[in-house]
């Protein structure tokens, strides 16, 4: 596969672009950041779906976005969609995919830095940032192995994005979520196309590890009041 500059770094945008969502922030800051990026990446959609989801997003302020986040990723009274990739293929946290990255962090020459970032090596806006490193430097030809964002796509994030994009779509709260889902399934879809890969396949008719793990479908409350994620330490990212 020859390698196009431009098509790397495009792809390396896209991931820093969908990686800030699923971080906490307590600040408005990386939100204005992100909304710099959807005005750049809107200006060329992958598609006219794209287009209208980039419209929609550009109408969330960081307060709105904000109690969406707690509601759908950390707020205790629901059960959240799960950031950690190991708990769609085991049903638990910290499991084979997070080894499976620090294997990969290891020959790359990268370390996750445990001071700036909590949150373990197969949460999800760790390794979409992961990706875009990697694509960064492979545009930049700073890395002499080429293939490392090839394999963490294949042995990570192929496998479990379908089914994250489907529980973010799902969840009853969510309404910019589900608007951002909209570029995600048309993004991972070129993915698959430009590096020759299929999805997984999936049996809807059987529920899956992390659906039986979560005991989830509708998300229904377990709690009788709400549990802010606003006082919990925050990570960040790369």
Known sequence: ??????????????????????????????????????????????????????????????????????????????????????????????????????EILKRSGYRRDVIKCKSSEDFVGFVFLLMATFLRDEANEVSEDQNFSSELFESLINGFVDEFIDMLYEHEKAEFFRTLTTIMRGFFSLERSFLALEAPLRDRSVQSVAEIALNRQPYQTKMPTAKSKIHWDEFTAL
């Open 1 to 102: 596969m020859s390698k196009n500059i431009e098509i790397l770094k495009a792809r390396s945008y896209y991931y820093e672009f969908l990686a800030m969502p699923f971080f906490f922030y307590e600040t408005a800051e990386k939100f204005n950041l992100w909304l710099k990026q959807l005005d750049e990446l809107a200006q060329n959609p992958l598609n006219d779906e794209s287009a209208d989801a980039f419209t929609k997003l550009r109408e969330f302020d960081f307060e709105t976005f904000k109690s969406e986040q707690n509601s759908v990723l950390f707020d205790l009274s629901y059960i959240n969609v799960p950031l950690g990739i190991s708990f769609y293929e085991e049903g638990r946290d910290d499991g084979a995919a997070r080894l499976r990255t620090i």
